[in-house]
């Protein structure tokens, strides 16, 4: 088992090793949910993780996806 004290705030620093299995970074949120008697803690994911992709294609806009995958390829546009 896992102990972490309560400051007379009220706040709790979560242990690094759960930090690390959680997946949790400084500044992303925890969640806090009964299930069968127990109290479960989670991270909360607010945004899909494919939201930092959004974006990063706008140069490619007007082209046909056959020529972008020619070109990426190396092939020349005649073959």
Known sequence: MIIAKVT??????IPKEVR??????????????????LL???KVVTKSPFDKWV?????LKGQRS???VREARGHDNGT
């Open 8 to 13: 007379s705030k009220g706040q709790v620093t």
């Open 20 to 37: 690390e299995r959680l997946g949790v970074h400084p500044g992303e949120d925890v969640g806090f949910e009964e299930k069968d008697g």
């Open 40 to 42: 479960v803690v989670c």
């Open 55 to 59: 974006g990063k294609l706008k140069h």
């Open 66 to 68: 056959d020529d972008i």
